[in-house]
């Protein structure tokens, strides 16, 4: 090698470094954009922190929230949802998500009575509740953009028949897999 081509060498060293720590910035800054994009607009992953959704979730579950169904559709009956805290919840202090099952629909009469939620006088099937509710609840009709949600363990969660119902604007996303624990992998049923 001569004197000529050692000189090149170290003169490209320190460039080919520089250019490697360009590439690197590059390819972080791209990635945390990435992660922020698709957390904030199309998925999320949460887990539960209560005994609110059994039989159907488990404490410490851990589930991938979809955020991009209800820009092309409404939310339905019998799906799981995330929501911030409404207006009801926040002057009680609570600040964190909730995570609960759509029963009632916007414009329609919701009633528990006798162990059954009635939906326009008629009794909702659900075979997904750990028991029946003890509770009486209702009549109310759920107003226009808003929805009525309940857990799944309803004698023993803190629901619409304590605080009112949940608008619209405040549905997160819907519960769409739970990826932990691995035994438990899989989409989460909807009736």
Do not use: C
Not at 36 to 52: K, L, Q, W
Not at 143 to 167: C, I, K
């Amino acid at each position: 090698m001569t004197k000529l081509d050692k000189r090149t060498q170290k003169q490209s060293a320190p460039a080919n470094s520089e250019n490697s720590l360009v590439e690197w910035g590059k390819t972080i800054g791209v990635s945390l954009l990435l992660a922020f994009g698709i957390r904030t607009f199309v998925a999320e992953a949460r887990y539960i922190p209560s005994e609110s959704m059994l039989p159907t979730l488990q404490v410490n579950d851990r589930l991938i929230i979809d955020k991009v169904t209800y820009e092309f559709r409404p939310p339905e009956r019998g799906e799981i949802v995330v929501f911030q805290p409404t207006p009801a919840l926040k002057e009680q202090g609570f600040r964190d998500a909730f995570i609960k099952r759509i029963v009632g629909l916007p414009g329609e009469q919701v009633e528990v009575k006798k162990g059954k939620v009635l939906i326009n006088g008629q009794p909702l099937t659900e075979s997904y509740l750990a028991a029946p509710p003890d509770y009486e609840y209702g009549p109310v009709v759920v107003p226009a953009e808003h929805y009525l949600v309940l857990g799944d363990n309803r004698n023993h969660s803190f629901d619409s028949h304590f605080w009112g119902f949940v608008p619209r604007q405040n549905i997160i996303g819907r519960a769409a897999i739970r990826f932990w624990p691995p035994h438990r992998i899989g989409s989460i049923p909807s009736p």
